[in-house]
């Protein structure tokens, strides 16, 4: 009984803190395992400052643009172009659901967000990172996180 309590208290404690935030050291983690680290000329850093302009860290970000596209998870990828999120006409160049880049496991983000880095226009593709990240010193962003 008093079990039960406490688990209930620490899950919903989670909960109300915003489970969907990523600590960024976590973050740099499961980005460095994905081999991102200088990916198409962009350090970690790039990809941090990239998460952070777009989402603030949050991986079940959804949001809706005037074209009636939607933005989805940490790194904001449009359902336009990238993901089929069943409610107007996509592209789906990345091949997956919408839904699929609000896993808290990040890998179709990230495995979205290389195949649009590869593209013309690299991260510049991403209006945020090119207002605030681009051509800044980034490597504060990686500051107590050991990659292991
Ligand atoms: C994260 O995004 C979701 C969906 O847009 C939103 O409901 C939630 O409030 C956001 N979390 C925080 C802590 O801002």
């Known amino acids: 009984m008093m079990r039960a309590l406490l688990i209930c208290m620490a899950s919903c404690l989670l909960v109300v803190n915003g489970g969907n935030i990523i600590n960024r050291c976590a973050l740099a983690k499961m980005l460095h395992e994905e081999d991102v680290d200088g990916f198409e000329g962009y ?27 939607f ?15 069943y409610q107007s006409h996509s592209e789906n160049f990345c091949h997956m659901d919408c839904q699929d880049l609000l896993n808290p496991n990040l890998l179709s983000s990230i495995h ?22 681009l051509g800044r010193p980034l490597s504060y962003w990686m500051t107590g996180c050991h990659l292991g």
Do not use: T
């Open 71 to 85: 933005d989805y998870g940490i790194f904001q990828i449009n359902s336009h172009y990238w993901c089929n999120d």
């Open 112 to 133: 979205c967000a290389k195949k649009i880095v590869s593209g013309s226009g690299g991260m510049k593709n991403w209006v945020e990172w090119r207002l605030h990240c």
């Open 43 to 69: 350090s970690l850093p790039d990809w941090l400052c990239l998460a952070f302009v777009e989402s603030n860290f949050n991986i079940s970000k959804v949001n809706e643009n005037v074209d009636g596209s």
